[in-house]
């Protein structure tokens, strides 16, 4: 199989059950910024050294480029039928438990964060940052049609957990990230 069809040389492309969209609608805005933030976890993964020990958030990390598949289906789908591949409540709930863990071993906050720190928890800020804008694309989008709340629930939770993600992969590296006290 090739991996050009052609089909979008005009600036449309088609939708996951059909349909044709221009490649600029504000739905593709917010999956293909979902799709960009997938890039920027898989670049963080990659700036982790292997004998960091961080297995339990490499495994949470690839969890959450699944999710970000299985959103990104949904947001590509629009009618009555749903994608087979969805988020729930239940993927929500693991990522509050892993900010917690990772919380428990952090120091608290008591100064503004600047990005930075190891060159793998600087990458994760500028995920959070990427999660940030799909998470206001989205809500843009569910004000015109109709979208699963539960889609900005996991996307705000997901930005929570890269900025503590961020915090703990540069505290655990021993490099954390330097503050500003206001």
Known sequence: ??????TG???????????????????????????????????????LPAEAGLDAAVTQVRQSQRDLFCLGAQLATVGDQPPAWRIDEADVTRLEAAIDAMEAGLPPLTTFVLPGGHPAGAALHVARTVARRGERLIV?????????????????RLSDYLFVLARYVSHQLGSPEPSLEI
């Not at 199989?1 to 052609?6: L, P």
């Not at 979902?34 to 890039?39: F, S, V």
């Open 1 to 6: 199989m090739r991996i050009y069809t052609k």
């Open 9 to 47: 040389d005009k600036g449309e492309t088609s939708l996951y059950r059909g349909g044709r969209v221009p490649k600029d609608a504000p739905r593709l805005e917010a999956y293909g910024t979902l799709d960009e933030l997938n890039a920027h976890l898989g670049l963080a993964l990659a700036l």
């Open 140 to 156: 843009a989008v569910g004000r015109e049609e109709p979208l699963d709340p539960l889609i900005v629930v996991y996307v705000n």
